[in-house]
């Protein structure tokens, strides 16, 4: 009987200096939504670098968002503007007014303990770890590692991303 595969990960290296522009293009979302989209994208405090390839020492991809936000209304009223087709007015709405519009929908929904002494989102509990795991360089390899598939078995926690000791072996396999 065949193995069916139903999932299949594919990995694009990029040479480093390579730049390259994408365009992510929304309707109707409201300030928090779109400040939820920015947050992901810059992710505060990590100057907005991403990679699948991180543990593999394929490095990161930083990204640098440019915010262009069109009035509908006013683009469905005309057709061209200087022979040009009409785009519509600017609206001037800057990525970190929205992303503060996202994270005070966020603080007041969350739970009290969480956001305890946070300024804001990026300070909560699980934002913070969200951000640790996600930081490049990460700890020294010799202080992670990978769990071998028996240790799955035991299903066992693992350590909180705040408390790996970047001098400290972490063994996978510890007992709480």
Not at 85 to 104: H, R
Not at 138 to 151: A, D, F, I, V, W
Not at 152 to 173: A, G, M
Request: with cysteine; hydrophobic share 35%.
């Amino acid at each position: 009987m065949e193995r069916m595969v139903k999932q299949y990960t594919r990995v694009m290296p990029v040479k480093p200096g390579v730049k390259f522009t994408i365009r992510i293009y929304f309707e109707n979302l409201k300030d928090e939504e779109l400040g939820a989209l920015l947050w992901v994208l810059i992710l505060p405090g990590k100057k907005g670098t991403v990679g699948m390839g991180k543990p593999l020492g394929m490095g990161t991809v930083k990204i640098v968002p440019e915010l262009n936000l069109m009035e509908r209304k006013s683009r469905y009223m005309k057709l061209m503007q200087n022979d040009i087709w009409y785009q519509g007015d600017v609206v001037n709405k800057s990525p970190e007014q929205l992303m503060k519009a996202f994270e005070s929908k966020i603080l007041e929904a969350i739970d009290p303990t969480d956001k305890k002494n946070a300024g804001c989102l990026a300070d909560t509990g699980r934002s913070r770890r969200l951000l640790k795991m996600l930081e490049w360089p990460g700890p020294p390899r010799e202080s992670t590692g990978y769990m071998e598939l028996s240790s799955f078995r035991d299903r066992r926690v693992l350590p909180d991303p705040l408390e790996i000791d970047k001098s400290v072996k972490i063994d996978p396999h510890r007992e709480k």
